[in-house]
């Protein structure tokens, strides 16, 4: 039985399905119109997934009552043949397209530029101009396929590469950190949200964590090399990307640090003068929105430095997170001891049925210190929210996270072009 990601790849693209459905057309052409909408001639902000969506869903009725066929073409044009006794419907909900996108230069200007708006056919007497054009939208989209099989297949060599590369050796390090000194690593910066989940799964972002992408850069820096092959040299390297986050969290023209944020450091730059000189230069307000993230090895490394660092840290304001702590390493460490503001919970599918007693201390956490002060990070799936909900957690990170955020995000703007549609 073929995977599902086998069966995704062979499903033909639109610009397949059109091609066949015209040669189908050939023998039942008369009394057929087409339209070519050019949504591809929008801004880049106009075509975005919701905006097209959007758009195509106004032909619903007509493809609900047999009476014309849409193919949402990959370039975002869309191209919809229907039968002659539907012109006027579509002719009005062309002029709903339009006005959804009536602040773009496409209809603004349409007068003034060569392109316009919609292309209409008759099936009959235009056949062989729309066969030819559908014949070349196919051969466009087959060859953009190509080219994108084609990176993957090299990003993959390149992952293989890099988990079989070279050690990290200090000669390697020290090249690295010097270039990375000189190096502008905004473009390498990532954010993730931490949120709050209903019952309905709806985020509600609480803060975000801004972090350096080691992927990203091992792939722009270090494609040859292996950096977790030496523990030690890794750390040290870290260490210096953690300089540098502090440099560009103090200009706030590299990176964006508007609203509450964390970001992950180590131990020892939280008594450098790296640290001393970035508290020195950022507002005395900022730093009740900032929380400083510590791993779990790094405190246990050194319990005196870390017990000196965080109570230094916490009398100015900031708040500390533990990162990376499992259920059953919770359960044998007193975090209150060490002084925390939050705990970062990873997800494990095994906690579902880890026994009655790693999930009553989890709530025992939770009713002593509030149900924001456990984050359940890593979260790839729904069955990690709904964990999190039975014990009480309140906050929650991860892959499925995001696409939360951005399908509440496509939601909030469906209904506002709806709400454009309605008043039109």
Sequence with gaps: MANVSDTAKRLPSQENL????????EKRRKGRRAVHIHLSALRPFNRRDQHIRAAASNFEPLIKDLKGQMFALKNADLFFVFKDEANPHVETILQKVRFLFSDDPLILEEDKIDQDFATWYDCEKDFDAILHLVQGMDQAEKKRQTTVRSRMDARAALKVKQEQGEPLTPEVLERVITALVRADLSNLVRRQYICAVDEKMVPEEEFSELFISIKDLRETMLPN????????????LTETLDKRMLSMLTKTDSISISGQISFNINVAILLSPEFQAFDDNIAAGRRGSMTIELQKEDIFSDLSSYMFAREFVQDKGFKICIDG???????MINTEKLGVDMIKLIWDPDLVDAGDEIQDNLRDIVRQRGDKHLILCRCDDRQAIDFGHSVGIGLFQGRFIESLIAEDGRRRELMRLKRRIERS
Excluded: P
């Excluded at 059109?18 to 057309?25: Q, T």
């Excluded at 090399?225 to 890794?234: E, G, H, Q, S, Y």
């Excluded at 702590?325 to 359960?331: F, G, H, I, V």
């Design 18 to 25: 059109l091609l066949d459905y015209v040669h189908r057309l």
């Design 325 to 331: 702590l499992s259920a059953e390493t919770l359960r």
């Design 225 to 236: 090399v292996n950096l977790l092959a030496n523990r030690w040299l890794f750390q040290h």
